[in-house]
């Protein structure tokens, strides 16, 4: 198991690391499916790896490499268990140490097992820390979710909106033109009707004013006794 993280160490999540190193993040779980392949260890929370410093080399020496990616993870796996090895030999030098002081050197003791203390403790706020982290990124990250379906939901509504708008436009213009098109035939009918009228009224005026010349002219030339009497009565 992993003992090399560093007090205060940062962690990364994958798509921290899919920029740091410049590579996409379905690149980023293929390296690391590589790696635990050949036997490299990473922190994990749950199923989801953790990333730190040391980590990230391991992805840019993948990334270089001109080699097989295989080969390249293996040499990075023994570079790894070299450098966990070392760890744990500090770890018990340390406590070898520990154990070989004199007696009398209580006062170093006590300063010792404050400092083993202490870094348990450190890295055990470390973890826990990454932990809330994690857990503060998948809260963002579904407050992310909840806003993008909001939204969409927002977008269809104005969508659907604009649409019922535009049908009702639509309808009110296909009235209106209904509308503008009977009063157009109404319009063109009465002025056909008054043309009628009209010219029926020259007609009668016309036949009007041919009885009267007629008659006019009937009454200048009477004959006989009746015509001049009628035509006296008349003037």
Do not use: C
Request: aromatic share 6%; glycine share 2%.
């Amino acid at each position: 198991m992993r003992s090399d993280i560093q007090p205060n160490e940062r962690a990364f999540s994958s798509k921290e690391v899919a920029e740091v190193v410049a590579i996409a993040t379905p690149t980023v779980r293929k390296y690391g499916q590589i790696l635990e392949r050949n036997g490299y260890e990473f922190f994990k929370d749950g199923d989801r790896r953790i990333f730190v410093q040391s980590d990230i080399e391991a992805l840019i020496a993948l990334r270089d490499t001109e080699k097989p990616l295989d080969d390249t993870a293996k040499d990075v796996v023994n570079q790894q268990k070299e450098r966990l090895q070392g760890s744990n030999e500090t770890d018990m030098a340390i406590r070898d140490t520990y154990e070989d002081l004199p007696h009398d050197a209580k006062p170093l003791r006590e300063m010792l097992l404050f400092l083993a203390n202490e870094l348990t403790a450190t890295r055990e706020m470390n973890a826990h820390l990454t932990n809330e982290v994690s857990q503060l990124k998948t809260t963002v990250s579904r407050l992310q979710q909840d806003h993008h379906v909001i939204s969409s939901s927002i977008g269809n509504s104005a969508q659907k909106t604009h649409a019922k708008l535009e049908n009702i436009t639509q309808q009110q213009k296909i009235h209106f033109e209904a509308l503008l098109q009977q009063e157009k035939q109404k319009s063109e009918f009465l002025q056909k009707e008054l043309q009628i009228m009209s010219e029926e009224q020259r007609k009668a005026w016309r036949s009007q004013n041919d009885f009267n010349v007629r008659l006019e002219n009937a009454m200048r030339k009477p004959k006989g006794k009746w015509r001049r009497l009628l035509y006296s009565f008349i003037k």
